[in-house]
């Protein structure tokens, strides 16, 4: 089992920047790859981000392209994404996900979730 514990939700506005950190904890040598997804009241939970445990690979939805960032720092097995730019139609709960899989990145096959962190953004 992996357990993930996601933080650095908040209430910003917009144009303001803000950056999610997700710690995966347990059997980690299982992970192939690490995500963001988000999800709105009475929608599916979407694909924002995903980053490749090993190599480097990411991937990103074209709406965060050139806004939002994913990367691991792998002295500390830490998965961020940084967020700049944000606009109100960010306003979501973000969840970390954690996949057996180092491939594909999109889509993504999570097989771990995290517990979820709001982010709100004001316009």
């Known amino acids: 089992q992996v357990q993930l514990v996601e933080s650095g939700g908040g209430l910003v506005e917009a144009g303001d920047s803000l950056r999610l950190s997700c710690t995966p904890s347990?059997?980690?040598?299982?992970?192939?790859?690490m995500a963001w997804f988000r999800q709105t009241p009475g929608n599916e939970r979407e694909l924002v981000a995903a980053?490749?445990?090993?190599?480097?690979?990411?991937y990103h939805v074209d709406s965060v392209k050139g806004r939002f960032t994913i990367s691991r720092d792998s002295t500390k097995d830490i998965v961020f994404l940084q967020m700049n730019s944000l606009k109100p139609e960010d306003t979501a709960v973000y969840y970390c996900a954690a996949s057996y899989y180092s491939r594909p990145l999109a889509p993504f096959k999570p097989n771990f979730w995290g517990q979820g962190t709001q982010v709100t953004v004001s316009s």
């Open positions: 980053v490749a445990w090993s190599g480097g690979d990411t």
């Open positions: 347990g059997r980690t040598f299982n992970i192939g790859s």
